[in-house]
């Protein structure tokens, strides 16, 4: 017959259990987590970020400007390549070869800026730099001893990335940071290439796109183009352009042979 348990024996199981089941409350995000990569057969690579090294070759290039945003554009794209609107962006395109989409800032809003501050201050790194951060981040870099709040930056991190470039390859990422435009030029294959930049200020965000139908994009000349980028807030539009309005600004827009010694504005080359 078996002997009743005893009161410290009863005493130590609860404890047992007690723990167990702490155990598994603390870890039941880690855990739930866990098994939906694994069931839905996820992973995500984290991608190295380097520095956008441009190499500052502009002789035989032109000064663009376009309402708020100046750039510099090779002669293909300013002298032979169609300009065209789209939705919120002007296309400059060379028919067969490339094609450059410049999506024009508009002001963002107060109650917009707000929420990227708040995101700001719980990544402690700004809107531009948390992209930058999502493609270092890879379901590998996952750790069971992750605090809550690390676990939670982690999915995050991991949900920006496939919502910005969904089932796309990224064959690397480059950052520009310096005093007035932050920029994260994303090449997601031999032919295309996207540039996500800020205001270091975070009044106005744009895109550029880049992309060649036959062939290689030449990304020197990417990197010439997204290092030049600028932006004057003071010609911030403060709503969407309609399609008459950037109709109207393709029509102003200044695109000249660059001076000899000119500046294009854009960057400082600090960090």
């Known amino acids: 017959m078996r002997k009743p348990a005893t009161k410290k024996q009863i005493v130590t199981s609860l404890s047992l259990l007690a723990a167990v089941a702490a155990a598994v409350w603390w870890w ?3 855990i739930h987590f866990r098994f939906q990569l694994a069931r839905n057969n996820v992973h995500i690579r984290s991608v190295p970020v380097a520095d956008l090294k441009a190499p500052g070759q502009f002789a035989g290039w032109y000064d663009c400007r376009l309402g708020p945003v100046s750039l510099r554009l090779p002669p293909a794209l300013a002298d032979r390549a169609e300009r065209s609107v789209d939705k919120m962006s002007i296309v400059f395109s060379v028919p067969d070869e490339q094609q450059l989409t410049v999506v024009l800032p508009i002001r963002i809003k107060a109650e917009a800026r707000e929420r990227n501050q708040k995101m700001a201050e719980e990544f402690k790194l700004s809107p531009t730099r948390i992209i930058a951060e999502s493609f270092r981040t890879g379901t590998d870099d996952f750790r069971w ?6 676990l939670r930056r982690h999915q995050m ?3 920006m990335k496939a919502t910005n470039f969904p089932n796309a390859r990224v064959m690397g990422v480059e950052t520009r ?5 932050e920029g994260v030029l ?5 032919q295309t290439a996207m540039y996500q930049w800020q205001t270091t200020s975070g009044v106005a965000f744009g895109t550029l796109v880049f992309s060649k139908k036959d062939g290689h994009l030449d990304f020197d000349m990417v990197r010439d183009v997204c290092q030049s980028l600028a932006c004057d807030e003071e010609h911030l539009y403060e709503r969407q352009y309609s399609k008459k309005e950037l109709r109207d600004l393709l029509e102003d827009a200044v695109i000249k042979p660059i001076e000899a010694g000119g500046d294009s504005g854009a960057s400082d080359g600090g960090k």
Do not use: K, N
């Open 157 to 159: 991190l991991l949900a």
């Open 177 to 181: 940071y310096d005093s007035r435009i």
């Open 145 to 150: 001893w992750m605090t809550r709040a690390e």
């Open 28 to 30: 039941w995000p880690h």
């Open 186 to 190: 994303v090449r997601g294959d031999r």
